[in-house]
């Protein structure tokens, strides 16, 4: 069963965020304007808890384990911030299965080709389990993004989620975030010029219900939406 959904949530700065289904001419404006969205990460970092609050406002309760077999799209949907708002539109949010890989994962960033390319890490592991990962990961991106120009073009954003806050007390992921910021500056300088990889934001993030709330979690979608609205 889901959590009882919130209709809107305090976002940061005392903002509000709704997600509303568009409905009628505004489904089409959506989906011809909206920004496209790729999730990856490894197994059970999650992905798909982060996508469902990213869309419906749900936060289930830590546990509930549902294994994510293959790529899933969520069709279009609006995320608006703030009293008068900022408006962002979602063509199309795509869950990827932790299980194919992160090679595979950043095949898919090829196929895809979102705007904003959202990388889930799980605290709980190890900085080694995780930059294994990463490193994987952002080599193979590096070649999918050489190679495939409309992709390339497209990612105008990325960012890299340190998911399982809650799991790891008083601790700040320090090492966790040297790790990420020297992983993508390695791999991703060159295809995404140095300036840019050192810009993506690492950000910590609790996508279950747990005491830390939703502060996080609407800290992520806030950035998220103020990347993508121009
Ligand atoms: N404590 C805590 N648990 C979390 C958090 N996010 C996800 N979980 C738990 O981690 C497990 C996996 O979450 P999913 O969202 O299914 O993970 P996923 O990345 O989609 O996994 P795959 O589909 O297998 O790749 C579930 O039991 C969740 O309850 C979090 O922020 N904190
Ligand atoms: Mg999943």
């Known amino acids: 069963m889901l959590a009882k959904p919130p209709t809107s949530i305090p976002a940061p700065e005392g903002g509000i965020i709704r997600r509303a289904p568009p409905t009628g001419i505004l489904r089409l404006a959506t989906f011809l304007t909206g920004k496209q969205l790729l999730i990856v990460g490894p197994s059970s970092a999650g992905k798909t808890k982060f996508a469902q609050y990213l869309r419906l406002g749900l936060l289930d309760p830590e546990g509930k384990r549902e294994m994510t077999y293959a790529v899933t799209e969520w069709p279009t949907f609006v995320i608006q911030m703030g009293q008068h708002g900022l408006i962002l ?21 090829g196929k895809h080709r979102p705007h904003l390319l959202i990388i889930v890490l799980d605290c709980t592991k190890t900085v080694e389990n995780s930059s294994q990962w990463l490193a994987l990961f952002a080599s193979r991106l590096d070649t999918v993004l050489r190679f495939n120009w409309a992709a390339r073009r497209r990612l105008t954003n990325l960012m890299v989620l340190l998911n399982k806050r809650d799991k790891v007390g008083g601790r700040k992921p320090v090492l966790l975030t040297e790790a990420v910021r020297r992983i993508l500056k390695d791999n991703l300088s060159v295809v995404l010029s140095a300036s840019r990889a050192a ?3 690492i950000l910590e993030c609790v996508s279950v219900q747990s005491p830390l709330g939703t502060t996080l979690i609407d800290q992520v979608i806030a950035e998220l939406v103020r990347q993508l609205v121009e």
């Open 89 to 109: 539109n979602i063509r199309r949010a795509v869950d990827t299965p932790g299980q194919v890989g992160p090679l595979q994962q950043a095949s898919l960033v």
């Open 199 to 201: 810009a993506v934001p």
